[in-house]
């Protein structure tokens, strides 16, 4: 049986290893760190898919505030391990989102996915969302500037 749950610094070792399957080098202290931050932060919630002890996936959203776009909650990073994909893992994991996020108000989820992750497209079609744009995503080093 999959429990959604809320993540907990224990977990740590588990959300570091599932990185690595969404793309995303991190070490146990660097996610322990990040999560230290994010719990201080309104607005912001980690969720955890736990199966028999083990934490299969978790998903990260936040309450998303701009000037071009009415509020919504942001999903900023899904995963399920792949040898729990198909099991309806990830969509619990997206109704946590959407359940938090309708209880604070809000009346929109975002996402973004990578072009190459064909099939983690079809599956949030599947859902419902449908995909509004594509762009680039550019990123700056402030060290290089130093």
């Not at 290893?17 to 201080?40: H, K, N, Q, V």
């Not at 998903?59 to 099991?87: D, K, T, Y």
């Amino acid at each position: 049986m999959v429990e959604i749950r809320t993540m907990r610094a224990t977990d740590a070792v588990a959300v570091a290893r599932l990185c690595l399957d969404l793309g995303y080098e991190a070490t146990e202290a660097e996610i322990s760190e990040r999560f230290a931050r994010l719990t201080t932060l309104a607005d912001n919630q980690v969720w955890v898919a736990e199966q028999d002890g083990v934490a299969q996936g978790w998903a990260h959203c936040r309450g998303a505030h701009s000037l071009q776009a009415s509020p919504a909650v942001e999903i900023v990073g899904i995963v399920v391990s792949p040898s729990c994909q198909g099991q309806g893992i990830g969509r619990r994991l997206l109704s946590a989102c959407e359940a938090w996020a309708w209880q604070r108000g809000y009346r929109a989820v975002r996402l973004r996915s990578n072009i190459q992750r064909v099939e983690a497209h079809a599956f949030y079609r599947h859902l419902a969302y449908r995909q509004q744009k594509t762009s680039h995503s550019f990123v700056l080093d402030l060290a290089d500037r130093q």
